[in-house]
């Protein structure tokens, strides 16, 4: 069974552009989630969606972040612009629906 | 909100030893969940459980509802189990909540 792919791994940037990072979820999965893991920290989630619609982005900065899920399976995550602080990996996961989920590889963003 | 804290922060023990990390957290979960992560970033999920105890090869998690504690221990530890496990609590509606993760080395 394919996991939780997620692209790209690495990406450098300098402050003030923009990047998206993209995931594509275990088939099937109906929840998809986006972290945001700081170094040093356990993952702080930013938004969850189940199937294309958004169940929690409470913690999501949506001011400079944004997400999608249009049909309901890959989603993109997009920060315009970045901030040094937004340097961290991000994590995709999925479930079933809320339960053991997935975790991608992640992406390690560099914001310099 | 939960608040997820774990110990310790960072352990450094000798191959073979018996290794315990424990969870605690603050509001009352409808599940809980052990991950493993290793350097590069990628998490895999090793334990959800609601109650009880869960065992997988050396690895066996218990949880305690009551007392809202979790302890992950490892039995006959390697160095190929040098990671960071990180306690994550909830699930369902309200998400997860990590803890920042105990940074694990067995040396050989």
């Known amino acids: 069974e394919a996991g939780v792919a997620q692209s790209p791994r690495y990406k450098i940037i300098e402050k003030r552009q923009s990047v998206a990072f993209w995931c594509n979820p275990i088939?099937?999965?109906?929840?998809l989630y986006w972290y945001q893991q700081i170094l040093g920290q356990g993952p702080k989630l930013l938004i969850q969606?189940?199937?294309?619609?958004?169940?929690?982005d409470s913690q999501l900065p949506k001011d400079r972040f944004s997400a999608e899920r249009l049909k309901g399976v890959d989603s993109t995550l997009k920060i315009q612009p970045a901030k040094l602080e937004d340097s961290a990996v991000y994590l995709c996961?999925?479930?079933?629906?809320?339960?053991?989920?997935?975790f991608g590889p992640g992406t390690r963003l560099t914001v310099l | 909100k939960n608040e997820v804290e774990q110990s310790p922060q960072n352990l450094t023990a000798q191959e073979g030893e018996f290794i315990t990390i424990n969870c605690s957290y603050s509001?009352?979960?409808?599940?809980l969940h052990w991950l493993q992560q290793h350097p590069g970033g990628g998490i895999v999920s090793l334990f959800m459980l609601s109650s009880g105890k869960k065992k997988h090869g050396r690895l066996i998690a218990t949880i305690n509802i009551q007392e809202k504690h979790s302890s992950l221990h490892i039995t006959a530890s390697h160095p190929r189990d040098s990671a960071v496990y990180i306690c994550a609590a909830g699930g369902g509606a309200d998400g997860l909540t990590f803890g920042k993760g105990t940074h694990l080395i067995i040396q050989p």
């Open positions: 996961a999925s479930s079933l629906w809320t339960d053991t989920q997935y």
């Open positions: 088939s099937g999965h109906a929840t």
């Open positions: 969606f189940q199937n294309n619609g958004v169940v929690d």
């Open positions: 509001v009352g979960i409808s599940a």
